[in-house]
């Protein structure tokens, strides 16, 4: 990455903003980069930080991912106000299979209103750009192996950015008609997301450029719940680490894990400064608080 993240001087207050890691790998320093504009916002606009870990997929979910968690937050020092303190808690209190009911709520509300169909093409299918038919075909709903998708429409929506006026824009063409329930039956991501986000008060989000698109198809899922306090959510996106290469950091880069560079005695500090010479930024740095100045000033 060739250029700096500036943390936006705020010109608004929050509640609420959450760090929402998902427990697929270990954390690298490209999560760590979010984790401290997430902190740095919370800390210059008011608002408290919710600690939500993304577990729906538990096929992919790790318990030592999940320790890897909070070893790092810790290890670094990033502070949270809201949410579990350890592995035990998260699992029997803060684990989203506690809130399977308001997903399914929410996935209820969409079947009654007629908003969903079931699809039942591969992953290969879709990656060799197959055309879904199965919206013409009307396969019926309870079918096995059927995801279910939401019937969106080529409408306007309104997305209000943190650090910019709010944007007008439609949804990708990739995210058409994307999945609510998996064919596990589990909750997809874009719908726990949403409803997490509701749930707790979160008017907030931090995340990378790369999820824009989800930033997009939420706020069409929020429309077709009529959940218009999503509206109100402010949304900040920002560049992403790369690797050498121009690829974006992946949790199984393993070099650029924090539990790898903590095991091979780098220091927080260490760490830090580390993130900072990847945005270009060539002063050590010893905390947190230190490199969110640094960007900001840069």
């Known amino acids: ?54 577990d729906l997929d538990q096929v992919r979910v790790n318990r030592q991912y999940v320790q890897d968690i909070f070893d790092t937050l810790n290890f670094l020092e990033i502070p949270w106000h809201e949410g579990p303190r350890n592995v035990k808690e998260f699992e029997e209190t803060w684990s989203q299979i506690h809130r399977m009911d308001i997903y ?12 969903l169909f079931a699809c039942t093409c591969s992953r290969q299918q879709m990656r060799n750009s197959h055309p879904c038919t199965c919206f013409d075909e009307q396969i019926p709903l309870d ?24 944007i007008h824009t439609i949804l990708p063409v990739e995210m058409k008609d994307f999945i609510i329930r998996k064919k596990d039956r589990v909750p997809a991501y874009q ?3 949403v409803v997490d986000d509701l749930h707790y008060g979160v008017d907030l989000v ?41 690829n974006k950091l992946s949790k199984s880069a393993g070099s650029t894990s924090v539990r790898y560079l903590r ?4 220091s927080p500090s260490d760490i830090y400064t580390l993130i900072a010479a990847m945005l270009g930024i060539n002063d050590e740095v010893k905390n947190w608080e230190q490199l969110a100045r640094l960007m900001n000033h840069a």
């Open 191 to 193: 719908l726990a997301s």
């Open 263 to 266: 095991e091979n005695g780098k």
């Open 143 to 166: 079918s096995k192996n059927a995801s279910w998708r939401l019937i969106t429409d080529v409408k306007e929506l309104e997305i209000k950015r943190h650090d910019s006026p709010v």
């Open 104 to 115: 399914d709520q929410a996935i209820r509300k969409l079947y009654d209103n007629g908003l």
């Open 206 to 246: 931090v995340r990378g450029e790369d999820l824009w698109p989800s930033t997009i198809a939420q706020h069409e899922l929020a429309s077709a719940l009529a959940e218009h306090q999503f509206n109100k959510i402010a949304f900040y996106h920002h560049p992403l680490l790369t690797e050498t290469s121009g």
């Open 1 to 54: 990455m060739n250029r700096t993240s500036k943390v936006i001087t705020p010109t608004n207050n929050y509640n609420k903003t959450r760090i929402a890691p998902t427990p697929s790998g270990f954390i690298h320093v490209g999560n760590v980069l979010s984790f401290v504009i997430t902190s740095a916002l919370a800390q210059m606009t008011g608002a408290k930080i919710l600690l939500r870990i993304d």
